[in-house]
C-alpha cells in the first residue's frame, strides 16, 4: 500500500509546479539585453526623471561644472548624455555655449522646443541657447572642438566596457587640449556596493518606484527591474550598469587620452572615500 504524501512533500510539489508555470523575475533579470537604454527612455521613465531632480540639485550641479571645468564665458561644453537639458540651460543662462547630446528623441524633442521659450537676455555678453542633437554617445563627431565636457545623470556605466571606451575615447578627441571632462555617477563599486539592496520602494511625485535588483559578482553587473505604478497602472522596465571601480575608472579615462586631475564625493568638493553616495572625477585632455 502507498504511503500518503507528507504535507512537507505536497508543499515541495506545489511550490514546484508554482516555480515551473510562472517566469521567474531572476531569469527576466538576467536576460536583459546589452543595448537595453536604446528602449529604456520613453514614457513613464522621462516622468519619473523629471520628478526626481528638484530645481535647486540642478542649480548646484551647475555651480559645481562651473567651478570644476573653469570655462570662461563663451567657451563650447558637450552635455553628454543631455537629457531633456537640464543641465544645459542651466549651464547657457551662466555663459557657456552648450551642444547637447542623447540617445533619446523624446528627450532631445522636449529640450528643443524648451530653445523657443530660452530667454537669453540682451546685449554682445547675452548668452545663447543650447543645441540639441539626436545621437549615440559612442559615436561623438569632431575633434578638438570643445572647451570642456561632462557626463552626469548617473549614465556613466550604461555601456559595457569596450562600448565604454568608444565613448570615452569619443569624448577624448572631441576636446581641446587641456580641456577638461568632468563625469557624476553614483555606481562606482565603492559607493553602491557597501549599502546594496536587492528591493526598494519609494514614491517620486505621483510614481511609486519598487525596484528589484541583482548584482551579478562574476560580471560586476546589475540587473534591475523598476516597476513603475502611477494613477492604477503599473509597468516594468529592465535595465543592467555595470559597476567600475573608481581606479577602474581612473584607467579607462587615461588609456582615453584624459589625465586624471580630482576625485571628489560631493558638490561640495568633498574627497571621495569609501560609501560617498557620488563620484564626481575631474580630468583634463592631453596637450
Not at 543595448?35 to 516622468?47: A, K, P, Q, R, S
Not at 563625469?183 to 562606482?188: D, I, K, Q, S, V
Not at 519598487?210 to 503599473?234: H, M
Amino acid at each position: 500500500m502507498d504511503r500518503p504524501p507528507s504535507i512537507a512533500g505536497s508543499l515541495r510539489l506545489l511550490l514546484e509546479t508554482q516555480l515551473t508555470s510562472k517566469p521567474q523575475p531572476d531569469k527576466q533579470l538576467s536576460s536583459v539585453p546589452t543595448n537595453w537604454y536604446e528602449d529604456f527612455f520613453h514614457g513613464v521613465t522621462l516622468d519619473l526623471w523629471r520628478q526626481a531632480i528638484a530645481p535647486k540639485h540642478t542649480a548646484a550641479e551647475a555651480d559645481f561644472l562651473i567651478k570644476a571645468l573653469q570655462c570662461a564665458p563663451g567657451a563650447e561644453v558637450l552635455d553628454v548624455p543631455c537629457g531633456n537639458g537640464r543641465l544645459s540651460f542651466a549651464l547657457a543662462q551662466q555663459g557657456l555655449r552648450v551642444t547637447g547630446l542623447d540617445l533619446s528623441k523624446e528627450f532631445i524633442d522636449e529640450a528643443r522646443a524648451a530653445v523657443e521659450k530660452f530667454h537669453p537676455g540682451e546685449g554682445q555678453s547675452a548668452p545663447a541657447a543650447p543645441q540639441f542633437i539626436l545621437g549615440d554617445k559612442r559615436a561623438i563627431q569632431g575633434e578638438a572642438i570643445y572647451d570642456g565636457a561632462y557626463c552626469f545623470g548617473n549614465s556613466f556605466g550604461f555601456l559595457d566596457y569596450p562600448d565604454m571606451e568608444k565613448f570615452l575615447a569619443g569624448v577624448a578627441r572631441a576636446l581641446k587640449p587641456g580641456a577638461r571632462f568632468v563625469l557624476e555617477t553614483g555606481m562606482a563599486a565603492e559607493s553602491i556596493l557597501p549599502d546594496f539592496e536587492e528591493q526598494t520602494c519609494h514614491q517620486i511625485g505621483d510614481i511609486n518606484v519598487i525596484t528589484r535588483e541583482r548584482y551579478n559578482a562574476a560580471e560586476s553587473c546589475i540587473y534591475s527591474e523598476y516597476i513603475l505604478e502611477r494613477a492604477g497602472k503599473s509597468e516594468s522596465r529592465f535595465a543592467r550598469h555595470w559597476i567600475y571601480t573608481s581606479a577602474e575608472i581612473q584607467r579607462m579615462l587615461q588609456r582615453a587620452g584624459l589625465e586624471i586631475l580630482e576625485l571628489y564625493g560631493s558638490l561640495k568638493f568633498e574627497p571621495y572615500k569609501l560609501g560617498c553616495q557620488e563620484l564626481f572625477v575631474v580630468s583634463e585632455a592631453r596637450a
